[in-house]
């Protein structure tokens, strides 16, 4: 049997358990989301190979990986007091639980790869291809995991005990990120075995920061004289500007980046509706309880103002402050290990996004990076991930660039968020007898439009003293450069489809070209207009 049967047979095992979703979703909707059709998009790769536990695991590995053992500091520095960053982190909370409510309608609708991508495809028809473009653009510019491998770095350097200079932390980032890339190309399966094994561990570890908190807040940890002192006036000093809240909400959020994250291989999900619809919320959940247990945990061992000095080792400093050196270094080799296997899915559900976006044609040399040949994984996809996160990590001086990192990837996505949501209402017009096997409560889906809303609006908001939490760079620089972004790919799409066609005197016609793995990709031909004439 070929590898193309062989996928094919895979993908056919779980069809059986899609045929009643097919007929509401692709049949209304598959003119909307792209030239190919629902089997043509799910042909080629690895077939349906993720069960209930892996896609769950793909969620928690997903969610947990640096955000909750570096961001608290930032965010509490940035808000000023317990209180405030508690209540960040449960707003976050209800935000991404709106936000996953509205991604399962779509992806119980149009049950394949993809995420975002498919679904702003199904609400926004035209102008032809801006919205992939625009998609394509700031996923393939910001989809990096550079965050991960300096945490990863960082963390290493602590538990080591000695002291790095800034290129030899930027090499043990390079090392890891081109290390997990070899992995998911070469060794796809043990890709997969990997992130599981990761996910119980992180778990473990965050569950380990919890009881450990409880045990402090007990009384029973000598080394921390009063648990309680950060709980009394909570909220004392808090921010009472707007910027410092929406900045703090972009690091909440991306530190529950990750329940969208199967969403974007459903192709590769056994009986993908049945199995979203449980894992989404079991993973997020799961998570968002965690998070907020290891929140007080730290707290409780440590005050605001030590644990805002920590920067991005506030977990090792937790552990260090109740136990002593040597379980710092250890934490942080955890820490370390938790950042890995975050970048390891990260990198997994990118290089299929990637994947997605040149099947449609609109990225240059789409029979190339849309292939997943020879070992039937997403390998040009995993490059296409690997050069911006290598670029970052070379380019951008550590220190305050991890803060300008997180802040520029969270506005672009939340602009792409907004415009989901808002495209969620327009089918519920459109599409209004769509097959839904999903429906969100549309005051959820208002909620998390409301959210969005003020997450566009108030990082422009002066901060006190005009200072934002990456000085000496302007506290606005993220948002406009996020735009800028934006910006860069409506010009490459009018280029592309608007100007060069009408100036060479030629349209672009999609053609469907299988490669040899079971893949189809659209090619845009040029056809003269002399020869449409004829």
């Known amino acids: 049997m070929t590898n193309h049967s062989k996928d094919h047979g895979i993908a056919e095992a779980g069809h059986d358990n899609l045929e009643d979703h097919l007929v509401g979703s692709t049949e209304e909707l598959k003119d909307h ?105 700031q996923a393939i510019a910001l989809g990096f995991t550079a965050s991960g491998c300096i945490v990863f770095a960082s963390n290493i350097v602590v538990a080591s005990g000695r002291v790095a200079t800034e290129w030899q932390q930027r090499g043990i980032a390079i090392g890891v990120i081109t290390f997990i890339t070899l992995i998911h190309t070469f060794f796809p399966k043990i890709g997969v075995h990997g992130m599981n094994f990761f996910t119980v561990l992180k778990t473990a570890l965050l569950l380990f920061i919890v009881v450990t908190g409880w045990v402090v807040l007990g009384g029973g940890v000598s080394s921390v004289k009063d648990p309680h002192a950060s709980f009394r ?116 559900a990118q290089s299929r996004v990637n994947q997605e976006l040149a099947k449609e044609g609109v990225i240059p040399f789409p029979r190339f990076w849309a292939s997943g040949w020879p070992f039937g994984s997403p390998s040009a996809g995993l490059i296409l991930h690997f050069i911006p996160s290598f670029i970052v990590i070379v380019a951008i001086p550590f220190g305050n660039a991890y803060n300008f990192i997180l802040d520029l990837e969270g506005y672009p996505a939340s602009v792409m968020h907004a415009l989901v949501v808002c495209g969620l209402f327009y089918l519920r017009y459109s599409e209004p007898h769509a097959h839904r096997p999903f429906k969100v409560w549309w005051p959820v889906a208002l909620f998390f439009m409301a959210g969005q809303a003020f997450q566009l609006v108030a990082p422009f908001l002066r901060p006190p003293n005009g200072k934002g939490d990456t000085p000496p760079l302007p506290y606005w620089l993220y948002c406009v450069v996020g735009i800028a972004i934006l910006g860069a790919s409506v010009v490459y799409w009018f280029i592309w489809w608007v100007a060069a066609p009408k100036i060479g005197g030629y349209t672009l016609e999609p053609h469907n070209e299988p490669l040899r793995d079971g893949t189809n990709v659209v090619v845009y031909r040029r056809v003269p207009k002399k020869f449409q004439d004829e």
């Open 33 to 137: 989301v792209g030239p190919l059709n629902f089997e043509q998009y799910t042909a080629g790769g690895l077939g349906r190979h993720l069960g209930l536990f892996s896609t769950t695991s793909l969620i928690i590995g997903r969610i947990i990986g640096t955000g909750i053992f570096s961001t608290p500091s930032s965010i509490v520095s940035g808000l000023g007091s317990v209180g405030a960053s508690l209540l960040i982190w449960v707003l976050g909370l209800f935000l991404a639980l709106a936000g996953l409510c509205v991604w399962l309608e779509f992806a119980c609708m149009i049950p394949r790869s993809g995420g975002e991508k498919v679904y702003l495809e199904a609400a926004y028809r035209r102008p032809k291809m801006l919205i992939t473009t625009l998609f394509a653009v």
């Open 233 to 348: 006036d909570a909220f004392a000093g808090s921010a009472t500007s707007g910027n410092p809240y929406a900045t703090a909400l972009f690091k909440v959020l991306n530190s529950y980046a990750g329940w969208s994250n199967a969403m974007y291989v459903l192709n590769e999900v056994k009986n993908p509706v049945r199995t979203i619809k449980i894992a989404g919320p079991l993973g997020l959940i799961t998570c968002g309880i965690l998070y907020l247990l290891a929140n007080v945990a730290y707290f409780a061992a440590a005050t605001p103002h030590e644990v805002a000095a920590s920067g991005t080792t506030v977990a090792a400093y937790f552990m260090g402050k109740v136990f002593g050196t040597a379980a710092k270094r250890a934490l942080s080799v955890l820490v370390a290990l938790s950042a890995f296997g975050n970048v390891m899915t990260v990198t997994f």
